[in-house]
C-alpha cells in the first residue's frame, strides 16, 4: 500500500543505504575519478568531501574541460583514465550509457551509477510526498497491473533507493511493446525528440518501410545535421522529412540549456544556452492525418502535447510519451491525455535500470 509513513520508512532505509555507500567508497583504497563536471558530479563530490572522501580527479565528455581544474581537482580526458592505476569512476551523467561504453574502451571495469541516481532522486521525494493522491488516481485509470507496478515501482524507488526496484520493471522494445503499439501499414507518424534518428531505425529494424511517413522533429543543430545525413545515405528522402525545430504549445523560441546533469528550455537566454526554434503538431498536422505520437523532449512533453491536442482529438493516434523528465509528469501526463480523449487506454512501462525512459502509451479503443 502506498502511503505517506510507508514512503517515509523507505526514505529512512534508502538514507541508510546512501551512507553505506558513501562510507564504502571512504574505505575503499581505489582512486576515484568523478564523470561529470555538471551539478550532479560537483554536488557528488561535495558529498563525499564532507565524509572525508578524496576524489582523484574529475573527467568529462567535453575536451574543453580537459586539463583544467574544478574545486581545485584536475579535469582529465576519458582516454587518460587508463593510465591511472586501481580507478574506479562514479558515474554522474544521464547519458550512462555511453559513458560505460567508452570507458570500458579504455579498459575500465570498475564503475558505479547508483549514486549518482541516488542524488537524482532524492529531490523527487517530496514531489511524491505532496502528490500521493494524484499518484494512486493514474494507478487507478492505468490499463493493466504491470502499469501499476511501473509506476509504484519508481516512486518507492525515489525513497527506498534500492536499485533493484528498476531492473525488476524494465522491460524491452521501447515505444513498441505489443501489436497494439506497432506500426501498421500506411501509418503517419511523428517523431518528436528525433535525436539522430534512432526511432527511424527502430521503426525500419521491426516493421520495414510499410509505414506512410515519419515527420522527425529535432531542435538541436549538431544532432539535426546527423539526422540529415542519415536520412540521406539511407535514401529515406522519400518516406522520411525532418523539421530543425522542436515541439511545444506554439510556435516560439527559446533557450536549450543541457549538461551531463541534464536538460531544460527556458525563454531566458542565461549563458550558454542554445536558441531553439519551436512548432506545434496542430499547426504542422491541420490537413494531415496523423497515427503514431512518440514524444522524447527532454521536460516539455507536457508543453508538445497541449499543442496537440487538436489533432489528438480528431485522429485519435496512438501515444508513447516520455514522462521520466520532470517527476510531476509522471501523474500530469496520462490524466492530461485521459482529458484529451476519456476513452483512450493507457499502460506505463519503464525501459532501462536507470531512471530514464520511462513512457507512458494511450491507445484509443472503441
Known sequence: ???????????????????????????STKRLVIYGTGEAGLTIQGILKDNGVEVYCFTDSDPSKWNGRINGISVVSPESLKDIKNVFVLIASCDSMAIIERISNVGISDY??????????????????????????????????????????????????????????????????????????????????????????????????????????????ENYAVLNNYVRDQKLGKVVTTYNVGLADKSDCRYFFGDDSGFHLSSVQGSGGERIKLTSV???????????????????????????????????????????????HLWKIPLYILSLVPQYKLFMRHHTEGRYETVVYADHII
Open 282 to 328: 496542430d499547426e504542422v498536422f491541420k490537413e494531415t492525418r496523423v497515427d503514431f505520437i512518440k514524444m522524447d523532449l527532454e521536460g516539455a512533453e507536457l508543453d508538445a502535447l497541449k499543442g496537440s491536442k487538436k489533432v489528438i482529438r480528431r485522429d485519435k493516434p496512438r501515444i508513447a510519451v516520455c514522462v521520466y523528465h520532470l517527476p510531476d
Open 112 to 221: 558505479d551509477w547508483d549514486l549518482y541516481l541516488s542524488m537524482l532522486v532524492l529531490p523527487m521525494r517530496e514531489v511524491y510526498l505532496k502528490n500521493i493522491d494524484k499518484i494512486k488516481n493514474v494507478g487507478k485509470v492505468l490499463g493493466d497491473n504491470l502499469s501499476r507496478r511501473v509506476l509504484f515501482a519508481l516512486v518507492k524507488h525515489a525513497f527506498s533507493l534500492d536499485s533493484k526496484l528498476l531492473s525488476s520493471i524494465c522491460q524491452p522494445n521501447q515505444y513498441f511493446i505489443n501489436n497494439r503499439f506497432s506500426i501498421k501499414k500506411g501509418d503517419v507518424i511523428v517523431d518528436g525528440g528525433a535525436y539522430v534518428g534512432d526511432t527511424i531505425t527502430a521503426v525500419l529494424n521491426r516493421y520495414g518501410n510499410k509505414f506512410g511517413m515519419i515527420h522527425s522533429f529535432e531542435p538541436n543543430k
Open 1 to 27: 500500500m502506498l502511503t505517506s509513513q510507508s514512503l517515509r520508512l523507505l526514505g529512512e532505509e534508502g538514507d541508510r543505504r546512501l551512507e553505506s555507500r558513501v562510507k564504502e567508497l571512504g574505505a
